[in-house]
């Protein structure tokens, strides 16, 4: 029996990052307050004073250079994990992610590897100034040579963060801030990995298959359960990996269902939600018995808070968008 | 007092323009004068075999750097060998000089990702299109190096179009707050494609921003390959020494030209004149070390024709070599996006190889 202890899922988080340093001496943690301060979140609370400021390092506020940086020193063998304090601030960093830190390997045949992992809270939902609540998760998903996670429970958090930076290839790591402090779970104390490229089912069901992750991933259990009470049994699947996606798992539960609907945050035009329905066409078509459903974000910039309940897809929406599928 | 203890203005020079010495002549024994002479030639036969290849057909759009060799060669002679290199996309004759074979530079602008792959002795990082963004790079390898306590020195370089670049602003920045053993070479060839060095900033030199981060920097003739390495070797002295009462990095400029077009794909004559080229033809940095060598007693016209005709031999044997090379394998296409092939990808890989297997290359290939 090993110890564990209750996390929520950004303490999982700090306790993956922890782990990760103490086994691991090539391993750094840098950004912007993620030293001294431990984080906006407390994702790095204590590491500095237990890891000194050149494991766990306060870099000047710069996007583009904490990202470049980190390409470096990967590019030399080590295992940096930067991080950019909110996802809507990876932007003057995007041209070091998809110029340079998806391509190293490419580029040099494989002389030089990227094993580094930049971490990101994303998405929405905690009444937050413009600019902190995105979900551009496909942006990356898009760029080949990147592998993106997301989790959305604190035992997976600690696991797949260690799976990402032992990872040899460069990982966005997207945090659900949303469930930052939703629940707790036990996580255990020694290191661990969850597999990356892998998805996990939550519920089981026979009517229709729903796909999701992160945050989102509450709010359709939840959906789910409603219509469990009315005889609609859903089988949900978190995808935890956005790229590469759990082809797989994705095609099995559909073709035990027929029917499926894909949820997540980000808007729907672009989303993951398309690359999805395209998976089951070119994989399952004749297993499908109604119009895959795509409950998402709107096509509208994330609006500032006193409309952001209209914009997340909730568990009323996620209810209405099964039943289409179900009932068609 | 140091090289670095000079105005920003105040050009660092070692020959001038008739190879006369101006300045304090760095210690070099006679034979590695030669070769860093025998480099520049190499660097300039080379260039011109390039663009030729590119009028025939025979190589891709490709970046000349005729003019630039004193700067390029002068500063990579300075390197030791365990020193890293992080270039952008003109420095063919700097990764010569640090070990890159001549093959691998023409295979690049051939279209072979090959190309990129430096033997694993060689310390050169790959070829950076987009303009600064490497600087970070740089800084970023040398913390590492820093954080493990190793004692290698970085040299990165870029021109001045650059230095406009927010990662120029980024890299260097990073370098001063955390004292990396970043060299940060600016090519100031006075030309970002068409718009002049004066269209980047309003600063008097390059060299000052360094005053902005805190580091020194320095301001050198890019023309002459002598003053070039001296700077760049008292700025590696530096880099070094993790003692130094000075900060560890440096921004060099190196004041040169671009005698040719931007790439082969540029007309330079639409936004500049020739007096102007003109002009700085006649700062031409190997002229100025043949010049100086010859009065020195250490070449005459029989060693410069040898090394001549070694020159275009070292040359010719590199095309060769580089345009035997077959089309590689399709496989090639897929296998280096990530450590192992995602399942997904292994499957376009696999209905690409069976089309092509039942196609034939003719269905695919453009001649």
């Known amino acids: ?328 | 007092m140091t090289v670095f203890d000079r105005a920003y203005d105040d050009t660092v020079r070692v020959l001038d323009e008739d190879g006369e010495v101006v300045g304090d002549v760095p210690d070099l024994d006679d034979d590695s004068l030669v070769e860093m002479y025998r480099h520049m030639r190499l660097a300039r036969h080379f260039d011109g075999r390039a663009v030729s290849l590119q009028r025939q057909g025979r190589m891709g759009t490709y970046p000349p750097l005729s003019g630039q060799e004193g700067a390029q060669i002068g500063s990579a002679y300075a390197l030791d060998a365990d020193d890293w290199m992080v270039p952008s996309y003109r420095e063919h004759g700097a990764a010569l000089v640090h070990g890159l074979p001549l093959k691998q530079t023409l295979l690049y602008w051939m279209g072979h990702e090959d190309g990129n792959h430096a033997p694993d002795d060689v310390n050169v990082f790959p070829v950076a299109v987009p303009i600064a963004s490497q600087v970070p790079h740089a800084t970023g390898a040398a913390w590492a190096s820093k954080l493990r306590g190793e004692n290698d020195a970085f040299i990165c370089y870029f021109g001045d179009g650059a230095t406009s670049e927010g990662d120029f602003h980024e890299g260097v920045n990073f370098a001063g707050v955390f004292d990396t053993p970043t060299i940060f070479f600016c090519n100031n060839n006075q030309w970002a494609i068409s718009v002049p060095r004066e269209r980047q900033t309003r600063s008097a030199t390059l060299a000052q921003k360094a005053e902005a981060y805190g580091i020194d920097g320095v301001q050198v003739d890019g023309m002459d390959p002598l003053a070039v390495y001296g700077v760049t070797t008292a700025a590696l002295e530096k880099a070094r020494d993790p003692d130094a009462d000075r900060p560890r990095p440096t921004l060099i400029e190196a004041v040169q030209y671009r005698f040719g077009a931007h790439t082969t794909a540029d007309d330079p004559t639409v936004y500049r004149d020739d007096e102007e080229v003109e002009r700085w033809k006649a700062k031409d940095p190997i002229d100025r070390l043949e010049s100086y060598l010859r009065d020195e007693g250490v070449l005459d016209d029989e060693r410069v024709a040898e090394i001549e005709s070694s020159v275009e031999a070292r040359v010719a044997d590199a095309i060769d070599e580089a345009e035997s090379m077959a089309r590689p394998d399709v496989r090639e296409l897929f296998e280096h996006a990530y450590a192992e092939m995602p399942p997904e990808l292994q499957r376009q890989y696999e209905a690409l190889a069976a089309l092509r297997d039942d196609r034939g290359d003719a269905a695919f290939l453009e001649e």
């Open chain 1, 1 to 328: 029996m090993t110890d564990t202890q209750n996390l929520t899922l950004v303490q999982a988080v700090r306790d993956g990052l922890h782990t990760e340093l103490r086994e691991d001496d090539d391993v750094v943690v840098m950004g912007q307050d993620v030293g001294k301060n431990g984080g906006v979140f407390r994702a790095t609370e204590g590491l500095f004073d237990e890891f000194g400021g050149d494991r766990v390092i306060d870099t000047p506020l710069a996007e583009s250079g904490i990202v470049g940086t980190a390409v470096g020193m990967a590019a030399m063998g080590m295992r940096p994990v930067p991080e950019i304090q909110f996802s809507g601030f990876m932007y003057p960093g995007f041209d070091q992610i998809v110029s340079h830190m998806s391509r190293f390997r490419a580029r040099s045949r494989g002389r030089f590897t990227l094993p580094m992992t930049l971490r990101a809270p994303y998405g929405g939902g905690i009444r937050a100034p413009e600019h902190h609540s995105e979900s551009k998760e496909a942006f990356y998903a898009h760029e080949a040579g990147l592998k993106v996670v997301v989790p959305s429970t604190p035992y997976e958090a600690k696991g797949l963060l260690a799976a990402s930076i032992r990872d040899p290839d460069p990982v966005i790591f997207l945090e659900p801030k949303l469930i930052y402090r939703a629940f707790r779970e036990a996580v255990p104390e020694e290191p661990y990995t969850v597999p990356i490229g892998e998805a996990a089912t939550r519920r089981e069901g026979d009517d229709v298959a729903v796909f999701t992750y992160g945050a989102m991933t509450r709010p359709t259990l939840e959906a789910a359960e409603t219509l469990g009470e009315e005889e609609i049994e859903c089988e949900v699947v978190d995808l935890r990996t956005i790229s590469p996606l759990d082809r797989e798992a994705i095609v099995e539960a559909f073709e035990k269902t027929g029917r499926a609907v894909v949820v997540h945050e980000a808007p729907k035009t672009g989303g993951l939600g398309g690359e999805i329905t395209a998976i089951l066409q070119e994989e399952a078509l004749l297993h499908q018995e109604a119009p895959i459903g795509r409950v998402a974000g709107f096509d509208v910039p994330y609006p500032l808070y006193a409309l952001e309940d209209y914009y997340l897809p909730s568990a009323a929406r996620i209810e209405e968008g099964i039943l289409e599928a179900v009932e068609f």
